[in-house]
């Protein structure tokens, strides 16, 4: 059973560029959230995807944007990059009933480098 | 983005010591979670926590939710060098919106054989 898979592994940009960055759930899974977790922090969420749609959203600005498909896999778009988005971006699936219990299964991330 | 206060940023212990970390919040959390991240890998999930003044154990690990739903501490009985790496509480409220996590900013735990 694989968990949650993201792609690529490591990304360099540079300013102004646009990235996407992927991520499958794990099997059984329908829901995907976002984070952001810049070095030496811990993650900070930036949104969350149900049923193809944007249920919930964190402090972040609109050039970060994201999709989910029919197969619940999501992509994470973020554009005119700016130096501060270097981090490791992390994606975690759960199920989306939204019980007190419902457990986040994270990915082992993708590392954005911004120059 | 608001942030849980977690203590201490972190810890240089001797193998077989025990080790006491908290986390508290100016709020108000429905859940607390405990998490360890591994460098290069995702954070992973070791303890959950559902109800206030529940203590809950997972082998040497044990961690509680705070009466007042604004503290969590996790502590690790006998660590050994494979404890070695970044320990995060994570808070979440429960809502209809979405369960979203707010994270600590870690304690790094690092032991020497």
């Known amino acids: 059973d694989a968990g949650v898979t993201q792609s690529p592994t490591h990304l360099i940009k540079t300013r102004g560029q646009q990235v996407t960055l992927r991520c499958s759930p794990k099997s059984g899974h329908d829901t995907v959230s976002w984070y952001q977790q810049a070095l030496g922090q811990g993650p900070q969420f930036i949104f969350q995807y149900y049923e193809e749609e944007e249920r919930q959203r964190g402090n972040f600005p609109d050039r970060f944007s994201g999709h989910q498909f029919p197969n619940y896999s999501s992509e994470l778009n973020v554009n005119a990059l700016l130096l501060g988005d270097s981090a490791l971006y992390l994606c975690?699936?759960?199920?989306?009933?939204?019980?007190?219990?419902?457990?986040?299964?994270f990915g082992p991330g993708t590392r954005l480098l911004v120059l | 983005g608001q942030q849980l206060n977690q203590s201490p940023q972190s810890m240089f212990i001797q193998e077989g010591e025990d080790v006491s970390m908290n986390c508290t919040s100016s709020s108000i959390f429905n859940t607390w979670l405990w998490y360890k991240q591994d460098p290069g890998e995702g954070p992973v999930l070791l303890i959950a926590l559902y109800k206030a003044g529940e203590l809950t154990s997972n082998g040497r690990l044990t961690a509680q939710f705070g009466i007042t739903r604004k503290d969590s501490f996790l502590n690790i009985s006998a660590s050994i060098p494979s404890d070695v790496g970044i320990y995060f509480c994570a808070g979440r409220r429960n809502n209809n919106a979405g369960n979203m996590l707010t994270f600590g900013g870690g304690t790094r735990l690092m032991v020497k054989p």
């Open positions: 975690a699936s759960s199920t989306g009933g939204g019980g007190a219990r419902e457990t986040q299964y």
